[in-house]
């Protein structure tokens, strides 16, 4: 059985002292979670060895946003795998639309970073997703397809096992439109025969494919209950405690 997974991206948001403070109300109420769904939180760089701190004792694993794709050395303002591992990330999200968008995050990067982050023993948050004029002209199966491939066809069905699809429509992060559960379930189907092609049905069955883009407790039930959804990468709706633990109580 696969791993069902909220994984909570606080993207630019919230100051130190903030972040704390989310990070306790979250590990606070993480035990009504059941034992089979995984709840992590990936704050900014500057918060994680505080969020590590007041997440300990929880069950709630600390991710961080994106890691270098350098080892090591003069790669100013960059943060290593090796720094998130000691930092005390479990996960990092890689390839999200945002650093695909307005940091010129390609396919070719995101293979060494994810190479970066697997060797160093973090667990990979890998984002896939169409904009809106791609989903417009009919190509979100080609595009999604195709970014999988690009990525995760480097790797074998061992690596596979750690890491975890997050399927985001960018046209429905932050705008308030969340792709339907019938959109959002097609593409998962999709890029699970894309796994499946390479990696053989059993690999591609055991891998946990997210949903994100909107997501909030309203919409939660209906996405989790689709076949082919493990649950949800979930941003504003995991800028509060008690929508994100909502959100997790969905499945
Ligand atoms: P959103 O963001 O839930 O605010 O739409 C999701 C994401 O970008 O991970």
Not at 14 to 36: C, D, F, H, M, N
Not at 141 to 168: G, M, P, R, W
């Amino acid at each position: 059985m696969r791993k069902k997974i909220v994984a909570g991206n606080w993207k630019m948001n919230t100051s130190v002292q903030e972040g704390i403070e989310l990070a306790k109300a979250v590990a606070a109420k993480a035990g009504e979670i059941p034992a089979g769904v995984e709840l992590i939180v990936a704050p900014p760089f500057t918060h994680l060895v505080s969020v590590a701190e007041a997440l300990k004792g929880s069950k709630v694993a600390l991710s961080a946003q994106n890691c270098a794709d350098k080892e090591k050395g003069a790669y100013t303002g960059e943060v290593s795998a090796d720094m998130l591992v000691s930092a005390g990330c479990a996960y990092t999200i890689l390839g999200h639309s945002e650093r695909r968008q307005y940091y010129g995050e390609t396919d070719a990067k995101l293979v060494d970073k994810v190479r970066l982050a697997l060797d160093k023993g973090l667990k990979v948050i890998l984002c896939v997703g169409e904009n809106l004029d791609e989903r417009e002209a009919g190509r979100h199966f080609d595009v999604v397809s195709s970014q999988t491939k690009a990525v995760l066809y480097n790797f074998s069905a061992e690596e596979l096992k750690n890491i975890v699809i997050a399927y985001e429509p960018v046209w429905a992060i932050g705008t308030g439109k969340t792709a339907t559960a019938e959109q959002a379930e097609e593409i998962h189907a999709c890029i699970r025969k894309v796994l499946a092609d390479k990696f053989g049905a059993q690999a591609a069955d055991d891998t946990t494919i997210l949903y994100g883009g909107s997501c909030k407790p309203s919409n939660a039930k209906e996405l989790f209950a689709q076949p082919d959804i493990d649950g949800g990468l979930i941003g504003g709706a995991a800028l509060k405690a008690d929508d994100f633990i909502a959100i997790a109580l969905s499945f």
